[in-house]
């Protein structure tokens, strides 16, 4: 099947082939026909499968008929995190150039004056996270009565971040007649519940079990028999040093460690540079483009800031963690072997990981194989010096001879570290104490 096969506009087919796409994802040829024909879509699929372009573009040729009046959206798209949100406005940017469609971007980070301006001038496309979304509407900036199209994306990490609340609300401030497109990875009770409640007679569009990773993906564990940290941070450099590592992803469950971590690999000499939802989101847009252009070889991100990326070329998925939802680990690794692309994830677990390990493997079904021998068994890299030798020559003394002053441990880089990252204010970035890195 091709793109010419869905039914979409002349316009949006030449900005697909320009984009360098022929061939529709099968999320994408079960759901664009679907939401043409202004059907309501149910859409269960796994991260990195084209979920976005599904309703990106048959959405861009329904409301190229029409005009957007101030304040009232004809369209609005629910998204987990700002970075997400982000991803699909350059969809829409990308996919939608040929038509004259207005967009506006609601999310936490942004002066409320710019997004004010934007919602008078009137909206064809309205992306917005939860939050940011019902701050406006409480201002009275914003008048639900003329969305036509209503797209809830990710809704199970949705719940997962607490947002159902906020998401019934949104629903019930929508017209009754509105098309609604929803879609998440897995779906559990309370999923169901709102699909059941607030869909009508939808199209289920469904193209992976949710426990299913990806084929394109090589999975590999490593196991320490520790749980010292220095000794899991000299095996993951261990990891990002060895050939055939273009960049990678690595993935903390606390966002204290994915600062620790990205630090300590920097004074180590690896370029990494951490993103979580502490960090001010002039200083993750930052990061994420570094990571993109290449400046970054390693992105160190919790879940929530990662959930959504849409990074087409990583090499490598490297777990820090073993994640406390078993879920969350085909999410992690869906991050790498995109659009055909091979892709290598790494887990290092620890003893302390026993529980969460045997949650991921009942979900495979399958033991994840076991990493290169040679690399687990080696002596952890470090940059501590070795202790100074004992000469038998020298002579013996009455009291203890006093020990050399050992050097600093760790080996700074020849350019000096810039600590001012984290310009909010929270957490650790660029602001961790020296001794959580001494490895």
Do not use: W
């Amino acid at each position: 099947m091709t793109f010419d096969e869905l039914g979409l506009s002349p316009n949006t087919l030449k900005a697909v082939a320009e984009s360098g796409y022929t061939e529709p994802t099968p999320i994408q040829a079960g759901a664009i026909p679907k939401v043409l024909q202004r059907e309501d879509v149910l859409g269960i699929a796994q991260t990195g499968t084209g979920k976005t372009a599904s309703f990106t573009l048959p959405m861009i040729d329904i409301l190229s008929q029409g005009k957007a009046k101030a304040r009232m959206p004809r369209s609005l798209i629910i998204e987990p995190t700002r970075e997400l949100a982000a991803q699909v406005a350059e969809n829409f940017e990308k996919y939608g150039k040929y038509h004259r469609l207005n967009m506006a971007l609601l999310i936490g980070g942004v002066s409320f004056g710019d997004q004010d301006k934007a919602l008078m001038r009137g909206v064809d496309v309205l992306i917005a996270t939860p939050g940011r979304l019902l701050d406006q509407y409480d201002r009275g900036k914003i008048l639900m009565s003329g969305v036509q199209l209503l797209v809830i994306d990710e809704a199970d990490r949705m719940l997962d971040m607490g947002f159902i609340p906020d998401i019934e609300r949104i629903f019930k401030m929508t017209p009754f007649t509105r098309q609604t497109l929803f879609f998440s990875a897995t779906m559990p009770t309370e999923i169901k519940r709102i699909v059941d409640t607030f869909l009508h007679n939808p199209a289920r569009v469904e193209v992976a079990r949710p426990a299913e990773t990806a084929k394109t993906v090589s999975q590999y564990l490593l196991s320490l028999k520790s749980n010292d940290p220095k000794t899991k941070r000299a095996k993951l450099r261990q990891i990002l040093t060895q050939d055939g590592l273009k960049n990678a992803i690595l993935f903390c469950n606390r966002k204290r460690d994915v600062d620790i971590v990205a630090k300590s690999l920097t004074q180590n000499g690896i370029n990494a540079a951490p993103i979580h939802g502490d960090l001010n989101q002039s200083v993750r847009t930052e990061t994420l483009e570094r990571f993109k252009s290449g400046d970054v070889t390693v992105l160190v991100a919790s879940d929530v800031a990662a959930r959504g990326l849409d990074i087409p070329d990583v090499s490598h998925v490297v777990n820090f963690d073993v994640p406390f939802h078993a879920e969350d680990y085909v999410h992690r690794i869906g991050r790498t072997g995109r659009a055909g692309r091979k892709g290598t994830s790494i887990t290092i677990a620890t003893p302390v990981d026993a529980k969460a390990l045997a949650a991921v493997t009942e979900m495979l079904g399958k033991p994840i194989p076991a990493y290169q021998q040679d690399v687990a068994e080696q002596k952890p890299v470090t940059t501590e010096p070795s202790k100074p030798k004992t000469t038998r020559r020298e002579p013996k003394k009455s009291r203890p001879v006093k020990a050399a002053k050992q050097p600093e441990p760790v080996s700074r880089p020849a350019t000096p570290v810039t600590t001012k990252t984290n310009t909010s204010g929270a957490g650790f970035a660029g602001n961790v104490p020296d001794f959580f890195l001494k490895d």
